[in-house]
């Protein structure tokens, strides 16, 4: 699987972005997605998970209420929309894919993107 993510850009602080990571193969359904970020001088870590159906998904504190992941398998494109922006959340983000729902762990991850900078102003 190859990811490609997109939707990085500057915002200020309360506006919104909105993320998508296209996948090539035919074998997107049957991953687990994932977005991690990952801010200067920090670990990389996972804010959000979303099962193959999308049925279940997970949110990291740090932006539960604020971030939405979604996916539309017709499309080999998981998304992550995110609003009320903070400072906070500048890092790079990434998309992941992993057969198994239940990762959280960047060397838990089968394939990454490659990166997408999101910075948030204040």
């Known amino acids: 699987v190859q990811l490609q993510a997109s939707g990085g850009g500057l915002v200020q602080a309360g506006g919104s972005l909105r993320l998508s990571c296209a996948a090539s193969?035919?074998?997107?359904?049957?991953?687990?997605m994932g977005w991690f970020r990952q801010a200067p001088g920090k670990e990389r870590e996972l804010i959000a998970r979303i099962s193959t159906s999308g049925d279940n998904t997970y949110y990291a504190d740090s932006v539960k209420g604020r971030f939405t992941i979604s996916r539309d398998n017709a499309k080999n494109t998981v998304y992550l929309q995110m609003n009320s922006l903070k400072p906070e959340d500048t890092a790079v983000y990434y998309c992941?894919?992993?057969?198994?729902?239940?990762?959280?762990?960047?060397?838990?991850?089968?394939?990454w993107g490659q990166g997408t900078l999101v910075t948030v102003s204040s």
């Open positions: 992941a894919a992993n057969l198994h729902y239940r990762f959280a762990r960047p060397g838990d991850v089968d394939y």
């Open positions: 193969g035919r074998t997107f359904s049957s991953y687990a």
